[in-house]
């Protein structure tokens, strides 16, 4: 009898089923001892709190309890089901020699016992939580829950809370000297310190924190928050807790006085040492600069947020740290804080020395590496780049980067899909200048401004249908507002596009649908677009990221032209040029259950007209759907737009699948699996539609009243491989339904379980 792979492979795994459950897993452990084989349950009775039983504190006895066991699949409830570390352990010879001796030592797994485990240890760490927390009167405990084998056991752990305990009052510093007064108006202001609040150690320490903060940032620098100490009272008043501020006995002097900003002095050292030291006075500090050096020496005040006379702030050293950070061109920066001595007493001041090392102003760089892009092409890739960090001795930069790549769609060839083969090549400049370059009317203080202009091109050819070249240039200022805010405006872009090449088939597809040979048509996109990102921690377990663009194209050109008496078409340099708006908004939203689980959930809705000098939006502006990074249930510009599909068979469907509106919801579970290993569930939703009738694309328009109708959606799993610097990621999409008819009734109109799916590889979460 001849056995396929298959059947072999299904003895094997059948043979050690039975070979690692027939055996004993237990024969080696002493008759004292239980094998661990995790927690059973965690039961927390939270009757007697007129609260829920805070999250945040049940996360603390999920971690307190968290000890895997052997065969650990999800720590500490799920094993998988062979214990092959456990049976070598108990039934093979840990003195073997040779090819047995190197197995035993490779497969085996000590146990992991409960007395390893130590429950009793672990109920007392609950108790101490509770405590910490506020719940005074609870208690823990825990039992084995021994099964069919007398030698293995899991832990069950009990919780009772308890009510909790609530600030009743806040006593503070006495209003003595001036620091015990600026402390008082900070607690007093402060949300936590509040009647009603639940007494937790962890606030209080947070709120010492934020206290310690503000305390540095008004001139006590040598503050820290250790000096300051609570005094909680729960007997006067049962079931209450009565809260005294004190700060810590025989604090220094140094301490308790507030200094101002003294003699700034900077020094920049040569990326190889050495050198000859130029002391230079400038406006707001002493500049000693090793030369020779390409530095100009007028960037150094620019980022200095420190001023001589002024009330010393912590802060002020960390955006002085920022700012010559975001420089790029120092490997360096080290800030010290020095007591004037001779002021002490009179103006007591802290000279401040700054010591930055200038960088290696080149950078080169190959690399070779797979590419994954938002409309699911995967593929190698070859970038070669070359960066001086410094070009004019002011921060500017100058990149030019050659790319080169070859992709290939990924996911399932349906009905109308089309799995095809492409290359590009690119060569793009950029040269960044670390401030604004504008006039004088706008704020261009800091480095934390950058202008970037920039010039490419790119070459793209689709063998089966055309070949495109791309030239580009722009000019864009990028901004931070803030820590979690964000801007990008492109002042200028233009986009020349031009088609060298097409073939019959795609030639005839233009001379099928008008629409796509207008959107292909050789063009020129000068555009004016504006990003703004917020992006935000809001806690431990929470985060928010949104971003919004909106863009126009043509406008500023068309008004020109018409100023100078042109009417109809409008060309420049014989081609016509584009005049669309277009806007996007993207909201993701992140929410952490524990350690390594999140829930992340996207909407994202876009839309754009063409009006005045174009009748299509330009193709590379239009939505498309579909693919590794959007629904994954559906391959790449394989729905929509709305309930439109092109005929079945029609080989070059495919670019009919733009439209000019775009919704996508979705929603995905995150969690880890073992080691670097992760997995994943998820649910996508959306499509695209026409904001325009198109006669050749029946149902493409939107309408409220088809709108949930013509939502694709689509389920699945995938699993990702996450080593910190990168994701490799496997999502199998399943679809539920289709915009389309496909002969099927229902809501579930699939035509069948395994036309349904489409996997996808790609590199990167989704989003």
């Not at 070979?19 to 009775?45: F, H, M, P, W």
Request: proline letters at 5%.
């Amino acid at each position: 009898m001849i056995m396929t792979k298959k059947k072999i492979i299904y003895y094997c795994i059948l043979a050690l089923f039975f070979v690692t459950q027939g055996c004993s897993t237990t024969k080696r452990i002493a008759n004292d001892e239980y094998l661990y084989t995790g927690v059973k349950k965690v039961e927390i009775d939270s009757s007697g709190d007129s609260l829920k039983f805070p999250s945040s504190v049940k996360s603390q006895v999920d971690e307190a309890v968290n000890v895997a066991p052997n065969n650990c699949l999800i720590s500490p409830s799920v094993r998988y089901p062979f214990p092959l570390g456990l049976w070598v352990y108990n039934n093979w010879n840990p003195d073997s020699k040779g090819l047995k001796g190197w197995l035993y030592r490779k497969l085996v797994s000590e146990p992991v016992l409960i007395s390893d485990v130590r429950p009793e240890v672990r109920v007392k760490m609950i108790d101490e939580i509770l405590d910490n927390n506020g719940f005074f009167q609870g208690s823990a405990s825990y039992k084995l829950n021994i099964g069919k084998n007398p030698k293995k056991a899991s832990i069950t752990y009990e919780v009772v809370t308890g009510p909790f305990y609530p600030l009743d009052s806040i006593e503070y510093l006495p209003d003595s000297i001036p620091l015990f007064s600026l402390i008082d108006s900070i607690a007093k202001k402060d949300t936590y310190l509040q009647p009603g609040s639940r007494y937790c150690t962890d606030s209080l320490s947070v709120v010492r924190n934020r206290i310690a903060n503000s305390v540095r940032n008004r001139g006590y620098y040598f503050f820290r928050p250790e000096f300051i100490e609570y005094l909680a009272d729960s007997i006067e008043k049962p079931g209450r807790i009565l809260l005294r501020l004190s700060v810590a006995r025989n604090i220094p002097d140094i301490v308790l006085t507030k200094y101002r900003t003294g003699d700034i002095t900077v020094v920049v050292k040569r990326h190889h040492g050495g050198g000859v030291p130029d002391t230079i006075p400038m406006r707001n500090c002493t500049l000693i600069q090793m030369q020779p050096s390409r530095l100009r020496k007028k960037i150094i005040p620019e980022c200095l947020a420190f001023r001589e006379g002024k009330t010393f702030s912590v802060r002020d050293m960390d955006r002085t740290q920022t700012y010559f950070s975001r420089l790029g061109i120092f490997n360096q920066i080290d800030i010290a804080v020095v007591r004037d001595t001779m002021k002490q007493k009179t103006d007591p001041r802290l000279n401040v020395m700054i010591e930055c090392q200038l960088d290696a102003p080149i950078e080169a760089s190959v690399e070779v590496n797979v590419s994954s892009k938002s409309n699911s092409y995967l593929g190698p890739g070859l970038v070669a780049g070359v960066t001086n960090r410094n070009i004019f001795g002011g921060g500017e930069q100058l990149s030019v980067r050659l790319n080169a790549t070859y992709e290939w769609e990924t996911g399932h060839e349906g009905s109308n899909g089309n799995v095809f083969n492409s290359y590009e090549f690119g060569l793009n400049t950029s040269l960044a200048f670390p401030r604004m370059l504008a006039p004088g009317i706008v704020n261009r203080r800091r480095n934390l401004n950058w202008t970037r202009i920039n010039l490419g091109a790119d070459l793209l050819n689709r063998p089966h249908y055309f070949k495109m070249l791309q030239f580009n240039t722009g000019f864009t200022y990028d901004w931070q507002y803030s820590s979690h805010v964000s801007n990008v405006l492109s002042l200028f872009k233009l986009t020349y596009t031009n088609l060298l090449h097409t073939t019959e088939a795609f030639d005839s597809i233009c001379e099928m649908n008008p629409a796509i040979a207008l959107s292909f048509q050789n063009t020129f996109i000068p555009q004016i677009s504006y990003t703004y990102t917020y992006n935000r921690l809001l806690n431990y377990r929470n985060s928010i990221n949104w971003t919004f663009t909106i863009q126009e194209a043509g406008n500023i050109f068309a008004g020109i032209w018409s100023l100078a008496g042109s009417h109809g078409e409008k060309k420049m340099f014989g081609t016509p040029f584009s005049q669309f708006l277009k806007g996007q908004t993207q909201f993701v939203y992140n929410h952490r259950f524990r350690r390594d689980d999140w829930l992340v959930t996207r909407i994202l809705v876009g839309a754009a007209h063409a009006y005045g000098n174009s009748k299509q939006v330009p193709y590379s502006e239009q939505f498309y759907i579909g693919g590794a990074n959007s629904i994954r249930a559906f391959t790449v510009r394989s729905i929509g737009p709305g309930s439109y599909r092109a005929p079945y068979g029609e080989r070059y469907g495919y670019f009919d699948q733009t439209g000019t509106f775009k919704f996508e919801w979705n929603v995905e579970y995150r969690f880890p699996i073992i080691g670097i290993l992760h997995g994943a569930v998820f649910l996508d939703s959306g499509n695209i539609w026409l904001l325009k009738n198109d006669p050749d694309r029946p149902g493409g328009k939107l309408e409220a009243k088809t709108f949930f109708k013509d939502l694709a959606v689509g389920t699945g799993f995938g699993l990702r491989v996450d080593i910190s610097m990168f994701v490799i990621r496997g999502d199998l999409g399943i679809g539920i339904h289709a915009p389309y008819d496909t002969g099927k009734h229902g809501y579930y109109n699939m035509k069948s379980f395994g036309k349904s799916l489409a996997f996808h590889l790609a590199i990167g979460y989704p989003f």
